[in-house]
Each structure stands twice: as C-alpha cells, then as structure tokens.
C-alpha cells in the first residue's frame, strides 16, 4: 500500500541522506538531497512569479499562519489563498477527511504544501487529487514549521554531513524517536548494505 502510494507520485525526491548514500553506493548516483523544507521556499516563488495560488495544509495551530506570512515576506506578490491546521486523528474518520476536502477544494489552489507528515499526507494527497486534478500536491513533513520559524532547522554542515535527523530527534525526542530509531535506523542500514551488494 505504501509502496503503491510513492509509486503513484508524479514526481519523486531523495529526503534523506541515506537514499543519496545508497544510490552513489549502488553506482546509480543522485544528483543531491531533496527537502520539503528547501522546496517550500523555491516553489513558491515560483507560484509567486507565475500567479500560482498556494495553500499551507499541516503543522500546529497558528503555525501555518505563520509560514504563511513568512513566505509572503519573501515573495511579493505571493497568493496563499487558504491554510489548515487539521486536528490531529482528522484522518480517521470521514467527516474529518471532508472537512479538510471540502475547505481546499473551495480555496481552488495551485500548489498545495501538505505537511503531516508520511503516509498521512500521501493518502491525503491521493484523495485530493482525484478533486483537483490540475493542482500540483507536495508531500514536505515539517516544513512549514520551519517556513513559519517555530522549528529550528539543523545547521547547514549538519544537513551536508547526513546529520538533520540527529539534530531534529534532539530537538523533538519524544516525538521522533521511535521513528527515527526503531522504523528509519534499520532501514537505512538494509538500504546501505543491499546497495553495496547489488553493485
């Protein structure tokens, strides 16, 4: 199911250092590190130069907001036509997926910036490009905190170095451990070890 999701995008990125690693070991390099937290800020200028309206989908209460004024610092003339904080557990049931529909589907976006995180915001995603087939849907986790400056991003050598995960599970540890200890850790060594063997 996950994999079909991921397959299903029209476009794929590497968000993590390890996938770079493992494409260059494998001898297929990538051409770099891909962020949402990069992307938010390149994408809409470039909705901002070509009259693209962008709608902010995540974070906490009032943090898309703030990204939202932050990004119109930044970009002149940049139209965020609509933001949503969805409470969390609004997935699980359908009229909390309705509403969080209905309010983008009326803001009529071009770009849709939807940060909560995987899988949560690629099956959103899936539902909502079935409604709005002509807009453009960006997977970028917790990227409008950071466009909004409510969450610190890692130094730049620590982001060169593959170290981002280190810095954001020290600043978020009850949150991210799990995640990035007991699900991302042994993946990334399986992902590192196959790619060696595969070449």
Request: glycine content about 12%.
């Amino acid at each position: 199911m996950l994999a079909e999701l991921v397959a299903g995008a029209e476009l794929v990125v590497a968000d993590g250092m390890p996938l770079v690693w493992g494409a260059r070991l494998k001898g297929t390099p990538l051409p770099g590190r891909v962020t949402g937290a990069d992307l938010i800020w390149s994408l809409s200028g470039m909705a901002a130069r070509a009259g693209w309206p962008v709608y902010l989908l995540g974070g906490a209460p009032g943090m898309a907001q703030a990204a939202a004024r932050e990004l119109r610092a930044r970009w002149a003339g940049l139209d965020v036509c609509g933001v949503d904080a969805p409470p969390y557990g609004f997935d699980r049931t359908a009229a909390g997926r309705e509403r969080v529909r209905r309010k983008v589907v009326a803001a009529g976006p071009a770009l849709v910036f939807v940060g909560l995180g995987f899988p949560k915001q690629d099956l959103l995603i899936a539902e909502l490009r079935r409604e709005l087939p002509e807009a453009w849907f960006l997977g970028c986790g917790a990227a409008i905190g950071f466009a909004a400056g409510a969450v610190r991003r890692a130094p730049e050598w620590m982001r060169r170095g593959g170290l981002e995960w280190a810095h954001r599970l020290m600043t978020e540890p009850r949150r991210l451990a799990r995640r990035y200890l007991v699900d991302d850790l042994p993946f990334a060594a399986r992902l590192l070890a196959e790619s060696v063997v595969r070449r």
